[in-house]
């Protein structure tokens, strides 16, 4: 539960997803589930190149599973919230 509340709080905000078949995609996080499934609008893809079949689509729905890695913009990231709700967490509280 600590990234599903971390990540609503980035509703808004514009995220990159990369996923697990190497493509990344740029966009502003729509909603986030408990699964975190992620929606994008405003998609754009950021290796255009290598996928150009990719270069129509606006917004897209990205299962969790399929994610690796979910970059945030710098002025999105309080370190002081993330280390207090990870030591509530290992304190089982």
């Known amino acids: 539960m600590l990234f599903f509340s971390y990540f609503k709080d980035l509703v808004g905000r514009e995220v990159t997803v990369e996923l697990k078949n190497d493509l990344a995609i740029r966009g502003t996080l729509h909603s986030v589930d408990q ?15 290598k996928f150009p079949h990719m270069l129509s689509v606006r917004n ?7 994610v690796r890695y979910v970059q945030l913009p710098p002025d999105g990231v309080d ?15």
């Open 35 to 49: 699964y975190l499934n992620i929606k994008l609008e405003n998609t754009r893809v950021v290796d255009q190149d």
């Open 60 to 66: 897209c729905f990205i299962r969790g599973s399929v």
């Open 79 to 93: 370190i002081e919230l993330l280390h207090d709700a990870t030591r509530r967490e290992a304190r089982g509280g």
